[in-house]
């Protein structure tokens, strides 16, 4: 269900982004624990701000601790840095920005489509195509 609401409605993989740590702790666990992924099938990527007194080494190894992930995970990130119109009023919001997990495998991507269907009882075709 939590795909549902925060997962990407991608046709080849799945796809979850969050900036809430314990979201993406239990969507890993998940695609490890009820999926059967080996933690090396996926891969992690952040879109951050800079100016938050962490360098990208520092958030790239605070998602990939968290998670428990391997340093080849990492993908090439988003770094966007603060406007000078904010006057910094964004600051520290998300020191560690929003982090997505990716696994390329449409086999179990329709898997949880499926599952989302029966447990919602509706058909979503679109989701075939």
Request: charged residues 20%; positive net charge.
């Amino acid at each position: 269900m939590l795909y549902w609401a925060e997962g990407a409605k991608a046709r080849h993989a799945i796809q979850f982004t969050n900036s809430d740590p314990r979201m993406l702790v239990l969507f890993r666990r998940f695609l490890v624990e009820s999926l059967g992924i080996e933690r090396e099938r996926i891969c992690l990527a952040i879109n951050v701000y800079t100016g938050n007194g962490l360098t990208i080494d520092e958030i790239e190894r605070h998602w990939l601790d968290l998670l428990d992930l391997p340093k080849s995970a990492a993908r090439k990130h988003m770094i966007n840095h603060m406007p000078t119109s904010s006057s910094g009023r964004a600051k520290n919001k998300l020191p560690y920005g929003v982090c997505t997990l990716r696994v390329h495998n449409s086999w179990m991507l329709q898997h949880i489509y499926g599952a989302i269907q029966e447990y919602g009882g509706f058909e979503e075709p679109a989701w075939l195509r």
